[in-house]
T-cell receptor, first 113, second 112 residues
Framework: SQTIHQWPATLVQPVGSPLSLECTVE??????LYWYRQAAGRGLQLLFY??????ISSEVPQNLSASRPQDRQFILSSKKLLLSDSGFYLC????????????FGDGTRLSIL | RKEVEQDPGPFNVPEGATVAFNCTYS??????FFWYRQDCRKEPKLLMS???SGNEDGRFTAQLNRASQYISLLIRDSKLSDSATYLC?????????????FGSGTRLSIRP
């Protein structure tokens, strides 16, 4: 069966510090991968998605970036965090073929001080 | 108009009641539809896909109305454990990752 791992679960960072969140998927090959952010009491905002190694599409302009160095690894980064980057970050995967549902990792709760 | 709209609720119903909520979408070419549940401070979890002919999974029934562009979720014999936020998801373009749209969710609270 497929599993998705995301870490860390919680993170407290000062403004201006760098960020690296990692997500890995097991049990499938060539998945679509996604990064979402959810502000408190709000809906999911798609940040990045990837259909293959090195292929990243960005949905919203921001100071975040994403990379996919391996087929089942997806990384969310920032060089300098802003207060507005606080939120609940979720990684998800889906099968590439057809209109398949997404499956989410446990999420990372990021607080910027 | 938002691409996907849900009544935010909260819906507050007694245990054992039947509750239903809708989700409307704006793109008539939408291809696939799903319902997720999200517990407080947790990740969304797939509840069920929504098929054109309607589908049922235990106490949960999902329906699609293409003419009026909405999907619905009906929960029968509600349990305390059904308390959560229910998100509808619409995929508007075949195999396009960028057109998977999440609604903001409907909060459901089941009281004893």
């Amino acid at each position: 069966s497929q599993t998705i791992h995301q870490w860390p679960a919680t993170l407290v960072q000062p403004v201006g510090s760098p960020l690296s969140l990692e997500c890995t998927v097991e049990g499938t090959s060539n998945p679509n991968l996604y990064w979402y952010r959810q502000a408190a009491g709000r809906g999911l905002q798609l940040l990045f998605y990837s259909v293959g190694i090195g292929q990243i599409s960005s949905e919203v302009p921001q100071n975040l970036s994403a990379s996919r160095p391996q087929d089942r690894q997806f990384i969310l980064s920032s060089k300098k965090l802003l207060l507005s980057d606080s939120g609940f970050y979720l990684c998800a995967w889906s099968y590439r073929v057809g209109n398949q549902p997404q499956h989410f990792g446990d999420g990372t709760r990021l607080s910027i001080l | 108009r938002k691409e996907v709209e849900q009544d935010p609720g909260p819906f507050n119903v007694p245990e054992g009641a039947t509750v239903a909520f809708n989700c409307t979408y704006s793109n008539s070419a939408s291809q696939s539809f799903f319902w997720y549940r999200q517990d407080c401070r947790k990740e969304p979890k797939l509840l069920m896909s929504v098929y054109s002919s309607g589908n049922e999974d235990g106490r949960f029934t999902a329906q699609l109305n293409r003419a009026s562009q909405y999907i619905s979720l009906l929960i029968r014999d509600s349990k305390l454990s059904d308390s959560a936020t229910y998100l509808c998801v619409v995929n508007s373009v075949y195999s396009s990752a960028s057109k998977i749209i999440f609604g903001s969710g409907t909060r459901l609270s089941i009281r004893p």
